[in-house]
C-alpha cells in the first residue's frame, strides 16, 4: 500500500498570504496520479487538482499543483477566506488507493 | 448538473444488517465509475471500493473485502454499499463519488453503530 504524508499538519497563515502545502509518496506514483481535495468544516470534500497539476473547470486559478515521482506541492496564491479548509491528497494509480492524513489551513 | 445523492442517516445496532444508496444524475451513469470512500475522525479518509456500472465490474481495497458489498442498479442510476453484519467501528461517514479521481461526491451518509 501507498503511504501519503502531508506536511505541515497545521498551517497558520493570514488572508492574502501564500499557501504552500506537500505531499510525499512511499513510492513513485504512475502517471502522476496525485489529487488534492479540500474539504469545509460540515460539507463533503471537492476536487481541486488531478493528474498532479490539472485543474478542473470550476476550480479558481489561484489553486495551483505541481510535482512528481514521490514529491507533490499544491499552492494557493492568495488566501481567500473560503480557502480556510483541510487539505488532503490521494493516489490513485495503484490499487487500494489512499489519503494522505490532510494539512489544516487555519486563520492566524 | 452532475449530482450524487445519498440515502439519510443511520442508527444500527452490532450485527444487523444496513444498505445505503447513491443517486447519480445529470450524467451517463453506465460510463463512470462509482467509489465509496469512508471517514472517521481517528483513520481520516479511506477508499473501500469502485464498481463500474456499465458491467458491474467491481474492485475493493483489501482491507474491506469481504466485509461489505458494492453493487450498482443502472436501471434507476444507484449504487449501494451494504452490510450483512455490522460492526462499532464501521461507524463513519460515508461518501460515494464518481471516478477514481472523484469529481464529484455525494453529501455523505453518517452511519452510527452502537449497541
Known amino acids: 500500500e501507498i503511504v501519503l504524508t502531508q506536511s505541515p499538519g497545521i498551517l497558520s497563515l493570514s488572508p492574502g498570504e501564500k499557501a504552500t502545502l506537500s505531499c510525499r509518496a512511499s513510492q513513485s506514483l504512475s502517471g502522476n496520479q496525485l489529487a488534492w481535495y479540500q474539504q469545509r468544516p460540515g460539507q463533503a470534500p471537492r476536487l481541486l487538482m488531478y493528474?498532479?497539476?490539472d485543474r478542473p473547470p470550476f476550480i479558481p486559478d489561484r489553486f495551483s499543483g505541481s510535482g512528481s515521482g514521490t514529491d507533490f506541492t499544491l499552492t494557493i496564491s492568495r488566501l481567500g477566506p473560503e480557502d480556510f479548509a483541510v487539505y488532503y491528497c490521494q493516489q490513485y494509480g495503484t490499487s487500494p488507493f489512499t489519503f494522505g492524513p490532510g494539512t489544516t489551513v487555519d486563520i492566524k | 448538473e452532475v449530482q450524487l445523492v445519498q440515502s439519510g442517516a443511520e442508527v444500527k445496532k452490532p450485527g444487523e444488517s444496513l444498505t445505503i444508496s447513491c443517486e447519480a444524475s445529470?450524467?451517463?451513469?453506465?460510463?463512470?465509475?462509482i467509489g465509496w470512500v469512508r471517514q472517521t475522525p481517528g483513520k481520516g479518509l479511506e477508499w473501500l471500493g469502485i464498481i463500474y456500472p456499465g458491467d458491474s465490474d467491481t474492485r475493493y481495497s483489501p482491507s474491506f473485502e469481504g466485509q461489505l458489498t458494492i453493487s450498482a442498479d443502472k436501471s434507476i442510476d444507484t449504487a449501494y454499499l451494504q452490510w450483512s453484519s455490522l460492526k462499532a467501528s464501521d461507524t463513519a461517514t460515508y461518501f460515494c463519488?464518481?471516478?477514481?479521481?472523484?469529481?464529484?461526491w455525494g453529501q455523505g451518509t453518517q452511519v452510527t453503530v452502537s449497541s
Open positions: 493528474g498532479a497539476s
Open positions: 445529470g450524467y451517463s451513469f453506465t460510463m463512470y465509475w
Open positions: 463519488v464518481r471516478q477514481q479521481t472523484a469529481d464529484y
